[in-house]
């Protein structure tokens, strides 16, 4: 099991940016594939990008060419985000397993961070 803390949600207008970070502690080795969801009000929750290990990452197509996943060697997961939408405005969570592949999809991970909110408008 590993403990996913979340930060650096906030709010912004259309066209900022924001980073997200999880900080991943305890058997660190079930964090080997992590994931952002992210869920709106009244709406499904959706995959939004996921790091395997150090490199392989994969991105929604609603959030290619404006958010990037990355992970440093602390087992800390960021998600840097620009050209916000106010279709952005949601509930980020990280969420993270030790299995040696990644999906976007959220039953099969099993440790979920508690969430951040993220707010879009002018």
């Known amino acids: 099991q590993v403990q996913l803390v979340e930060s650096g949600g906030g709010s912004v207008q259309p066209g900022g940016s924001l980073i997200l970070s999880c900080a991943a502690s305890?058997?660190?080795?079930?964090?080997?594939?992590m994931a952002w969801f992210r869920q709106a009000p009244g709406k499904e929750r959706e995959g939004v990008a996921y790091?395997?290990?150090?490199?392989?990452t994969i991105y929604a197509d609603s959030v290619e060419g404006r958010f990037t996943i990355s992970r440093d060697n602390k087992n800390t997961a960021f998600l840097q985000m620009t050209g916000l939408k106010p279709e952005d405005t949601a509930t980020y969570s990280c969420?993270?397993?030790?299995?040696?592949?990644?999906?976007?999809?959220?039953?099969?991970?099993?440790?979920w961070g508690q969430g951040t909110q993220v707010t879009v408008s002018s």
């Open positions: 969420a993270a397993h030790g299995n040696r592949w990644c999906t976007l999809r959220a039953y099969e991970f099993k440790d």
């Open positions: 305890g058997n660190t080795d079930a964090s080997k594939c």
């Open positions: 790091i395997l290990m150090r490199d392989g």
